[in-house]
């Protein structure tokens, strides 16, 4: 029996029955699953999104914690509780420092359990997680704030170049222009002053002050002794860690007619009672302080054992204060909605001078060949070295070599009006933007990059409307090249050529003059400036060439007044402050 062609056909597709079946679920599935992927990768994307929108917002939270740093570092906000509650906000005593950023006696506000510094004097604190006590994050946005949908953060401050607590100095003198020994009388009857210096002192000011000695005057006699007359002492600092740098004590005994069993009203006086360096205040204790009012009323008074008394010895006693970090690391912690967490890291410097100011009221550096300095000729004229803000006294005139020197000398003695505390040769204490061309440099052409930036920079021959803020003392203000200037300002001012000031003049902070023509004043004029004045002209086209004289030419009268202030030359110096070095995250 025959099959036909369609027969065959249909008995060989009976085994396919239901494939289409197959092949549509097949489908339907591929389907399915491409759909649930397309799905899945739609709210995995959406997490992704959401979740890169909330690590924005904790990488911004963390900016904000480094300008909130910033913003204090910079004396914006004042602490709370206050360091010193007896003075006001604005006294130095309750003033930030880097030091007092990175302790956390100054940085944290009292009772704070926190061991990092995390500036919680100065900045508020006010989200505590749940379970603790202690706030921890500052809240920026988010009513209430939880860590699911708002934004926070949290600082923690260090010293990168872990400049510690400990302070370690030598020191030496000079007594009379010699060694550290003078010895007056002749034959048997003779009486002797010797400085017996200190090497490598080490001094642990943990608790934010400690105790030490400079070294120790030793008084002998022999015979019926001698007078001592006025004599004058330098007495050097040396600071050897944790920076190296150098202050000098100036003073004199006072006459004295010294036995083996009586001092005879001989008198140690120091020209200072404080010196400051690298931010370590050298104060000395055990005498008595005189407000300076004249040359032969100033500074702090010792009187020394007989030498029959403790063996004839004086210490110069001493206490001393940690020197100040010249950086700092800034670690913020930004906190974003959902858990995001970022954390950046910056280090910020202090200022473009190293730490140091000028060592005088007015520094002339330079050469004596072309050297010019006229006082100027008004009764009522002052130039004084004592500190508005301490019990600092500084050099009024200030030079770097005796040639000039001498010559400083020479013209006082004909000048009418006042001067407080001594001019000196200042070279050894020079600081380092001070100690080469190529330094100052560096500085200067920092400080017109910083004043272009801020729109505080004049050509040749224009004059400034404004010079800085007055009382604030902050401000940049540059000059290039010759200019006059007449009013009131503050801050920094620079000038490249030559400063003419003209009338009424009144400035708070630092004033340098680069230029070869130096500092001049002519005709009448009232007028403080107070801070401190540079004048060190150098060829910008020739720095190996070194300093040129310096100029300093005030040939009118007027009731005018130069005076050191300590506060205001650090608020001029800070005018450029706590810039960034640079910012990474972590």
Same mark, same amino acid.
């Given at each position: 029996?025959?099959?036909?062609?369609?027969?065959?056909?249909?008995?060989?597709?009976?085994?396919?029955?239901?494939?289409?079946?197959?092949?549509?679920?097949?489908?339907?599935?591929?389907?399915?699953?491409?759909?649930?992927?397309?799905?899945?990768?739609?709210?995995?994307?959406?997490?992704?999104?959401?979740?890169?929108?909330?690590?924005?917002?904790?990488?911004?939270?963390?900016?904000?914690?480094?300008?909130?740093?910033?913003?204090?570092?910079?004396?914006?906000? +004042? +602490?709370?509780?206050?360091?010193?509650?007896?003075?006001?906000?604005?006294?130095?005593?309750?003033?930030?420092?880097?030091?007092?950023?990175?302790?956390?006696?100054?940085?944290?506000?009292?009772?704070?359990?926190?061991?990092?510094?995390?500036?919680?004097?100065?900045?508020?604190?006010?989200?505590?997680?749940?379970?603790?006590?202690? +706030?921890?994050?500052?809240?920026?946005?988010?009513?209430?704030?939880?860590?699911?949908?708002?934004?926070?953060?949290?600082?923690?401050?260090?010293?990168?170049?872990?400049?510690?607590?400990?302070?370690?100095?030598?020191?030496?003198?000079?007594?009379?222009?010699?060694?550290?020994?003078?010895?007056?009388?002749?034959?048997?009857?003779?009486?002797?002053? =010797?400085?017996?210096?200190?090497?490598?002192?080490?001094?642990?000011?943990?608790?934010?002050?400690?105790?030490?000695?400079?070294?120790?005057?030793?008084?002998?006699?022999?015979?019926?002794?001698?007078?001592?007359?006025?004599?004058?002492?330098?007495?050097?600092?040396?600071?050897?860690?944790?920076?190296?740098?150098?202050?000098?004590?100036?003073?004199?005994?006072?006459?004295?007619?010294?036995?083996?069993?009586?001092?005879?009203?001989?008198?140690?006086?120091?020209?200072?009672?404080?010196?400051?360096?690298?931010?370590?205040?050298?104060?000395?204790?055990?005498?008595?302080?005189?407000?300076?009012?004249?040359?032969?009323?100033?500074?702090?008074?010792?009187?020394?054992?007989?030498?029959?008394?403790?063996?004839?010895?004086?210490?110069?006693?001493?206490?001393?204060?940690?020197?100040?970090?010249?950086?700092?690391?800034?670690?913020?912690?930004?906190?974003?909605? =959902?858990?995001?967490?970022?954390?950046?890291?910056?280090?910020?410097?202090?200022?473009?001078?190293?730490?140091?100011?000028?060592?005088?009221?007015?520094?002339?550096?330079?050469?004596?060949?072309?050297?010019?300095?006229?006082?100027?000729?008004?009764?009522?004229?002052?130039?004084?070295?004592?500190?508005?803000?301490?019990?600092?006294?500084?050099? +009024?005139?200030?030079?770097?070599?005796?040639?000039?020197?001498?010559?400083?000398?020479?013209?006082?003695?004909?000048?009418?009006?006042?001067?407080?505390?001594?001019?000196?040769?200042?070279?050894?204490?020079?600081?380092?933007?001070?100690?080469?061309?190529?330094?100052?440099?560096?500085?200067? =052409?920092?400080? =017109?990059?910083?004043?272009?930036?801020?729109?505080?920079?004049?050509?040749?021959?224009?004059?400034?409307?404004?010079?800085?803020?007055?009382?604030?003392?902050?401000?940049?203000?540059?000059?290039?090249?010759?200019?006059?200037?007449?009013?009131?300002?503050?801050?920094?001012?620079?000038?490249?050529?030559?400063?003419?000031?003209?009338?009424?003049?009144?400035?708070?902070?630092?004033?340098?003059?680069?230029?070869?023509?130096?500092?001049?004043?002519?005709?009448?004029?009232?007028?403080?400036?107070?801070?401190?004045?540079?004048?060190?002209?150098?060829?910008?086209?020739?720095?190996?060439?070194?300093?040129?004289?310096?100029?300093?030419?005030?040939?009118?009268?007027?009731?005018?007044?130069?005076?050191?202030?300590?506060?205001?030359?650090?608020?001029?110096?800070?005018?450029?402050?706590?810039?960034?070095?640079?910012?990474?995250?972590?």
């Amino acid at each position: 029996m025959f099959r036909t062609d369609a027969e065959i056909i249909g008995a060989d597709r009976e085994g396919e029955r239901g494939a289409s079946m197959v092949t549509v679920l097949l489908v339907s599935l591929l389907l399915l699953i491409a759909s649930a992927g397309v799905l899945l990768e739609s709210s995995v994307n959406t997490a992704n999104v959401t979740d890169a929108v909330a690590d924005l917002q904790a990488y911004n939270a963390a900016e904000s914690g480094i300008q909130s740093a910033l913003h204090v570092l910079r004396g914006y906000a +004042p +602490p709370s509780p206050l360091l010193d509650p007896n003075q006001s906000p604005s006294n130095p005593a309750n003033q930030i420092t880097y030091y007092r950023a990175v302790v956390t006696g100054s940085s944290n506000y009292s009772g704070d359990p926190s061991t990092s510094a995390r500036l919680s004097r100065w900045v508020n604190y006010n989200y505590t997680p749940t379970g603790s006590t202690v +706030p921890d994050r500052v809240v920026l946005s988010g009513e209430p704030y939880t860590p699911q949908t708002g934004t926070a953060y949290s600082l923690q401050v260090y010293d990168p170049d872990s400049t510690g607590t400990n302070v370690s100095f030598s020191t030496s003198a000079s007594i009379d222009s010699g060694a550290n020994a003078k010895t007056w009388g002749s034959g048997g009857d003779t009486a002797t002053i =010797r400085f017996n210096a200190v090497t490598g002192s080490v001094v642990n000011a943990s608790t934010g002050v400690g105790s030490s000695s400079l070294g120790n005057w030793v008084i002998s006699a022999t015979g019926a002794g001698a007078t001592i007359p006025k004599t004058a002492f330098t007495l050097t600092i040396n600071m050897l860690l944790p920076f190296q740098s150098t202050r000098v004590i100036r003073g004199y005994f006072e006459t004295g007619n010294v036995t083996p069993t009586s001092a005879g009203g001989l008198k140690i006086r120091y020209e200072t009672q404080t010196v400051t360096i690298m931010g370590s205040s050298f104060t000395l204790t055990g005498g008595i302080f005189y407000s300076p009012t004249s040359q032969n009323d100033i500074g702090y008074v010792v009187l020394p054992n007989a030498p029959n008394v403790s063996g004839g010895i004086t210490a110069a006693n001493v206490s001393v204060t940690p020197a100040e970090p010249q950086r700092l690391l800034i670690r913020a912690t930004g906190f974003g909605p =959902r858990g995001a967490k970022k954390m950046l890291e910056t280090v910020i410097q202090r200022n473009y001078f190293g730490g140091n100011a000028s060592p005088a009221t007015i520094a002339l550096v330079g050469p004596s060949n072309g050297f010019v300095f006229n006082p100027g000729n008004a009764s009522s004229m002052t130039y004084s070295g004592d500190d508005q803000a301490s019990n600092y006294v500084a050099p +009024p005139i200030g030079v770097s070599n005796d040639a000039n020197l001498q010559t400083v000398r020479t013209a006082l003695s004909a000048f009418n009006g006042t001067v407080i505390g001594t001019p000196a040769n200042v070279t050894t204490e020079l600081p380092t933007w001070l100690q080469s061309t190529s330094n100052l440099d560096t500085v200067v =052409r920092a400080l =017109r990059a910083t004043a272009r930036a801020s729109g505080g920079y004049y050509t040749s021959g224009q004059v400034p409307s404004k010079f800085g803020e007055l009382y604030a003392a902050k401000g940049i203000t540059f000059i290039e090249g010759d200019v006059e200037l007449t009013g009131s300002g503050g801050g920094i001012i620079v000038c490249s050529g030559t400063l003419t000031l003209k009338g009424n003049v009144n400035f708070n902070g630092m004033i340098i003059v680069t230029g070869a023509g130096g500092l001049l004043r002519s005709g009448q004029g009232n007028g403080v400036i107070q801070g401190n004045i540079v004048v060190a002209p150098y060829d910008i086209n020739n720095l190996a060439a070194g300093f040129s004289a310096p100029k300093y030419d005030l040939s009118g009268g007027g009731n005018s007044v130069v005076t050191y202030n300590s506060s205001l030359v650090y608020n001029g110096m800070d005018a450029v402050s706590d810039f960034v070095l640079g910012v990474g995250e972590r």
